[in-house]
């Protein structure tokens, strides 16, 4: 790197303040971002060519740009880099972003504007307005200064400039106010926002009056008042931006707190962009295309990455996004670029920001420090809520991070359980974005309803440490009154001849026509001291499926589904119940919006048992249905599979006929329609609620001759499609009940 130095030129950094935004869903833990600042210092490069860490851009034009560095001892050291990569060391503490070709530097009072196309110079002192003159604006080569005007701090502005050797002061404003304050808040080269308040009497004293004004900064244009009142409309520490097409600048919003207010020119168009009450003095970095960039900088060595972010103009619907993952300085080049100091995807240095039109802008790495960047992670996608209901539904969660060299371990846990899946994601599907699509599998079944989060660990390769991010979701999925597990998929009982109730978990979205188990889990022993086990649905009022099951003495108990798969301990419904030989449940017959219970005596009558929702008296008193129901060996209530309107139930006579008998909402049934025969191969029928997740429950047979998955079609004159299972594949004379 070929330095030399230039006397005379005193540059400073103009290194902008700018607030919080929200970006990303979910809280980002970073760790620090660089590794430890090297010997050589914040203010030398660690070698030939590369910028010092602790550089921050002050201007920029065709020139190329300047820098300003602190050293530890708290001297400022500035630099031209030059186009041809060459640096001339410059001396002095003070230089401006001028938004040209000029290198503009000063000490408060005296500057100099240079123009290194022509060598020139204009020397400019705002002394010759007297005592009390502020600077309160640079545009190019010209100086716009806070002039007092009489007694009682009535005040003007002034443009300061030089044309042809000659200092020339030209008065922008007339007659203005006691107690008015300037500022330029932003501008393109040519013309500039001005903004402006003073203090006036209010209903509860001295109050701020503002007015902002669109001017030419060259056609001696008046500044003329206008705007409105209100409280702390703006600051010093505001800042805005001015292009061909819009304007902007940070003020309270009428509603209270803080806001970007972005115009375009020459239209009624205006953007409002609301910030949190943490940006307590906000700003905005610039304007490229139709996007406005903002954020909250931090210095070049930060270790919690303080990003910039861009938000479009053009889209009323836009979010802002991270356009680096951190930035600490910009200034403004004629040609409407921008230069930042910060780091990115690319790495540690200054960048180069363009844009046009709505699309997105382009971050151009111009110069680096050559420092090793630790990850981050800049930006997450993921839903808030995830809805598993649709067969196949495979969710896209993503993460963006600072480089692409990274092993992303993403793990999601299910709140209620514990349950976790860890995935490892080595290659990033496009630039540095790492993408993992969901299948809604959790601990090998499908995932249970309720809230989850999110946790990701970068571990770059290069052995720097690793970043972290957290955040939440919630998945939903319509419940099934045969779902004991809370996933939405139907889960089906059978209990083995040495009494074990086992549970097999389905998966609800079939491949190539089959119906897959996810998992079978052993619920417990001792069942075999009950004649008739039944899944009857929820009948207390919880989403979950309920049990029943009599026992030998004629005692009907109740097993209310706890939502993990387990059971809570039984509740004895009451005696008297032997007189029943068949029971099935999972159908509301009565239009209440819970399972109601059938049963047939031995003499043939059905009796309903409508649910109450009371888990100590979970069946009102009995209704009669009717007689001649005997003749049937097997009833199974199966929900609505016919398309009426109520639930419906099954019925297979002892020559292994099943009729459908259609509910009709009050407790009864409509004549009954032939299914079909050769039903007496299955020795047991289930009404299994939605099996394949298309919305209709379905039934399931089970026998001898093999399971199968009877999906229904909607229709009461063939309400079943056949599906094949791999449930109890083998296992046909395994177990004695099914349910």
């Not at 003070?94 to 290198?103: I, L």
């Not at 846990?413 to 490892?424: D, E, M, N, R, S």
């Not at 990701?456 to 045969?482: E, I, L, M, W, Y």
């Not at 399972?595 to 209704?623: C, E, I, K, Q």
Request: include cysteine; aromatic fraction near 8%; charge should be neutral.
């Amino acid at each position: 790197m070929k330095h030399t130095r230039i006397s005379g030129r005193r540059l400073a950094a103009a290194v902008l303040t700018l607030a919080t935004v929200a970006s990303v869903t979910g809280t980002l833990v970073t760790a620090p971002a660089f590794a430890a600042t090297t010997a050589e210092g914040r203010c030398a490069p660690t070698a030939a060519g590369l910028l010092p860490v602790g550089a921050e851009v002050v201007s920029t034009g065709a020139y190329g740009y300047v820098t300003t560095c602190t050293d530890e001892n708290g001297t400022t050291a500035l630099e031209w880099h030059h186009t041809d990569g060459t640096v001339s060391t410059l001396s002095g503490p003070n230089a401006y972003d001028s938004t040209s070709d000029y290198m503009l530097t000063g000490d408060g009072s005296m500057f100099t504007a240079y123009n290194p196309a022509t060598t020139t110079y204009a020397n400019l002192n705002i002394g010759v307005f007297g005592s009390g003159a502020q600077l309160v604006g640079i545009v190019r080569d010209s100086l716009f200064v806070s002039v007092p005007s009489g007694t009682e701090n009535y005040r003007d502005l002034w443009k300061l400039t030089q044309v042809n050797g000659v200092v020339q002061k030209t008065k922008l404003t007339s007659g203005m106010r006691k107690n008015v304050d300037f500022k330029v808040v932003a501008t393109d080269g040519t013309n500039m926002v001005v903004l402006g308040t003073e203090m006036v009497q209010g209903t509860s004293g001295l109050e701020p009056k503002w007015w902002s004004a669109t001017t030419g900064a060259f056609n001696n244009s008046v500044v003329d008042w206008g705007g409105s009142t209100g409280t702390a409309q703006w600051s010093q520490s505001s800042t805005g931006a001015l292009t061909a097409n819009w304007q902007a600048w940070v003020h309270s919003a009428p509603e209270g707190g803080l806001e970007i207010r972005a115009e375009k020119l020459g239209t009624t168009t205006v953007t409002r962009i609301p910030l949190t009450d943490a940006m307590a003095g906000a700003v905005v970095a610039g304007i490229v295309g139709d996007t406005i960039l903002y954020g909250v900088p931090g210095t070049a060595t930060a270790e919690n990455p303080s990003p910039l972010y861009a938000r479009s103009l053009t889209d009323a619907g836009a979010q802002p996004y991270k356009l680096l993952a951190n930035f600490s300085s910009v200034a403004h080049a004629p040609d409407g670029t921008l230069l930042v100091r910060g780091f990115g995807a690319d790495g540690d240095g200054v960048f180069r920001i363009s844009g046009s039109g709505g699309a997105r802008p382009t971050v151009a790495l111009e110069a680096t420090t050559g420092r090793v960047l630790g990850v981050q992670v800049t930006g997450s996608k993921v839903p808030a809520t995830v809805s598993l209901e649709k067969p196949g539904t495979e969710v896209p969660m993503e993460w963006t991070l600072s480089r692409g060299d990274v092993d992303v371990e993403v793990t999601l846990t299910h709140a209620a359980t514990g349950k976790k899946l860890v995935t490892h994601l080595v290659n990033p599907v496009s630039g540095n974005t790492f993408r993992l699509p969901w299948n809604g599998v959790l601990d090998g079944v499908s995932a249970p309803n309720g809230d989850y989060t999110w946790s990701v660990k970068a571990t770059p390769s290069d052995g720097t440490a690793p970043a972290t991010a957290s955040g939440g979701f919630a998945v939903t999925r319509t419940a099934n009154p045969h779902d004991f597990t809370d996933n939405g998929s139907t889960d089906v009982l059978a209990r083995d001849a040495s009494g074990t109730l086992w549970r097999d978990d389905l998966f609800d979205w079939p491949v190539g026509s089959q119906i897959n188990t996810a998992r079978r889990t052993k619920i417990g022993s001792g069942w075999g001291t009950y004649k008739q086990i039944e899944a009857v649905g929820n009948i207390i009022g919880r989403t979950p499926g309920d049990l029943v099951a009599l026992d030998g003495t004629g005692v009907l108990w109740l097993y209310s589904g706890k939502g993990d798969g387990t059971f809570a301990t039984r509740t004895k419904v009451g005696g008297g119940w032997g007189v029943y030989n068949k029971m099935t449940g999972g159908s509301d017959l009565t239009g209440g919006g819970r399972s109601d219970l059938l049963a047939t005596d031995t003499s043939g009558v059905l009796w309903l048992y409508p649910s109450t929702g009371d888990l100590f008296h979970p069946f009102g008193n009995r209704v009669k249905i009717g007689g001649g129901w005997g003749i049937y060996n097997q009833i199974t209530a199966v929900g609505n599979i016919a398309g009426s309107s109520a639930d419906d139930l099954v019925a297979r006579d002892t020559s292994g006929v099943l009729w459908l008998y259609q509910g009709n909402g009050s407790g009864g049934f409509s004549t009954r329609v032939k299914v079909g025969s050769g039903w007496g191969a299955f020795s047991q029928l289930v009404g299994a609620g939605d099996v394949n997740a298309d919305g209709r429950p379905d039934l399931i047979a089970y026998g001898t001759g093999g399971t199968y998955v009877y999906k229904s079609t909607g229709s009461a004159t063939a309400p079943f499609t056949r599906l094949t299972t791999n449930l109890y594949a083998g296992e046909g004379t395994k177990f004695n009940s099914v349910s």
